[in-house]
């Protein structure tokens, strides 16, 4: 997708229904998709990180998710910075098996 940043692509990133009748298949999109997903390594700065974040928004996303596999956390932002959790009904509490324990909140 377009970024102020240039091409960039996530390692994951969700579309509605809404977004894919707007864009259908462009390559690369003019737009960033409504979620972005970045699976954080020991090797990511949290410059790099940072820089992600902003490109993604100022693309248009309207949420960039961080995974950290090795802690089994994530961390959400948006617009106004790091939220306590996402604004999107999702549950993620069984993407690193039983017990993770976390409470997506439901907009």
């Given at each position: 997708?377009?970024?102020?940043?240039?091409?960039?692509?996530?390692?994951?990133?969700?579309?509605?229904?809404?977004?894919?009748?707007a864009?259908?298949?462009?390559?690369?999109?003019?737009?960033?998709?409504?979620?972005?997903?970045?699976?954080?390594?020991?090797?990511?700065?949290?410059?790099?990180?940072?820089?992600?974040?902003?490109?993604?928004?100022?693309?248009?996303?309207?949420?960039v998710?961080?995974?950290?596999p090795?802690?089994?956390?994530?961390e959400?932002?948006?617009?106004?910075g790091?939220?306590?959790?996402?604004?999107?009904?999702?549950?993620?509490?069984?993407?690193?098996?039983?017990?993770?324990?976390?409470r997506?909140?439901?907009?």
């Open positions: 997708m377009l970024t102020p940043a240039g091409v960039l692509v996530p390692d994951v990133a969700w579309a509605d229904d809404e977004f894919m009748r864009n259908k298949f462009e390559t690369p999109y003019a737009r960033a998709l409504p979620i972005c997903v970045e699976v954080v390594s020991p090797s990511n700065s949290r410059k790099e990180m940072r820089e992600k974040i902003d490109a993604y928004l100022a693309a248009g996303a309207r949420e998710w961080f995974v950290y090795k802690s089994k956390r994530f959400f932002y948006g617009e106004r790091l939220l306590a959790g996402s604004e999107y009904a999702v549950d993620l509490a069984e993407l690193f098996g039983e017990g993770f324990g976390l997506p909140r439901i907009a």
